[in-house]
């Protein structure tokens, strides 16, 4: 039998802070990769300067300068430069414990049947509101292998089944891991889940960066067709009579009544199931109901507009569907990798 072989890529971009973290991070781990390959979309901040010391410290690491590339182009740069069989990808930022790497290829190498493996996240925060807005983007992974997804920023794969989806689509900006396991999924790989495979990560540190992550998922999930609009319209819906009926408020004070009375809707609807799940899993923690309502009612409201205006995008923006049509059909090819 062939030995296999690992590349761990990541791309980054002005990680100056965290950079150093990440590479020693790869080198500490117990299992030991071919190949570590960066993929830098262009940093001005010293990224670069802390690449080139730890490549002319360690044969194993080896970087790529592709100015603006976006993550899915580097991620595919990364691969066609990668020789070896077995890929392994996280992202700029996060933090593989000493274990990652030998607990999230272990499946591939012992089970043939196996294509990708998805690892776990765990939230790393520095305050409460870090906490619960990480508590509410970390989702767990299906028991049920046909319902199993992997995603970019904690993943392994065999070459073979990225050569064989066409490669991460590189027209969008987000949800790429998401259509590209989709794509693996629907050719018949079957994935794996590695539940002792761990890659830590700080959320979003305010509600502002919270609300554009949220509208960026939820744009790349309608850019992809897979917006649900029906509920986007329904939770848009009793956003805009709760914010209207707050503002008429001001003109009349029964206004403010109809908008309590949607409020507390959305409440028993919306935010106390999430509050129940929250504190089944042990988060019941100070800043509970403070943090947690505002999050999901953040999330909620810019998710579903990004979910519409993808779904736009999908539907009168070139070139979103006869991409999406083209990678979905096994047509699409990816720009040749020349980096």
């Known amino acids: 039998m062939q030995t296999e072989t690992i590349a761990i890529i990541s791309t980054v971009l002005n990680e100056v802070n965290s950079i150093k973290n990440l590479l020693d991070d790869f080198l ?19 990224t670069l300067e802390v690449l080139q010391d730890y490549k002319n410290n360690n044969p194993s690491i080896h970087y790529i300068v592709a100015k603006g590339v976006n993550i899915a182009r580097g991620r595919n740069i990364a691969i066609a430069h990668a020789n070896t069989s077995i890929i392994a990808a996280t992202d700029g930022g996060c933090h593989p414990e000493s274990t990652w790497l030998e607990e999230l290829v272990k499946p591939l ?30 989702s767990g992974n299906s028991n049920n292998e046909e319902d199993r997804v992997f995603h970019g920023r904690n993943s392994s794969f065999r070459k073979s089944l990225w050569a064989a989806t066409g490669g991460y689509p590189e027209w969008l900006y987000t949800a790429e891991d998401t259509l590209f396991a989709q794509k693996a999924k629907a050719l018949g790989f079957k994935v794996a889940l590695a539940s002792k495979a761990v890659i830590s990560w700080r959320p979003r540190p305010n509600l502002k960066k919270l609300a554009k992550q949220y509208f960026l998922y939820g744009r790349g999930t309608g850019r992809i067709a897979q917006a649900d609009l029906t509920a986007a319209f329904y939770h848009l819906r009793n956003h805009a009579i709760w914010i209207g009926t707050f503002l008429l408020g001001f003109y009349s004070y029964w206004f403010w009544l ?17 509050l129940n799940t929250l504190k089944k899993q042990g988060y019941d923690k100070f800043g509970l109901y403070t943090y947690v309502p505002i999050i999901v009612m953040t999330r909620s409201l810019y998710n579903n507009i990004g979910q519409l205006y993808g779904h736009w995008e999908y539907c009168h923006v070139e070139p979103f569907k006869r991409n999406h049509d083209l990678y979905s059909s096994g047509q699409w090819k990816m720009a040749s990798i020349d980096e």
């Open 28 to 46: 500490a781990q117990t299992h030991k990769a071919e190949q570590i390959i960066i993929v830098d979309g262009g940093s001005t901040d010293g």
């Open 109 to 138: 190498l012992d089970n043939p049947d196996f294509a990708a493996v998805s690892g776990v996240r765990k939230i790393e925060s520095v305050n409460s509101f870090e906490l619960f807005a990480g508590a509410l983007s970390t």
């Open 258 to 274: 109809l908008s309590f009375a949607t409020l507390f809707f959305m409440y028993l609807t919306l935010i106390r199931p999430v």
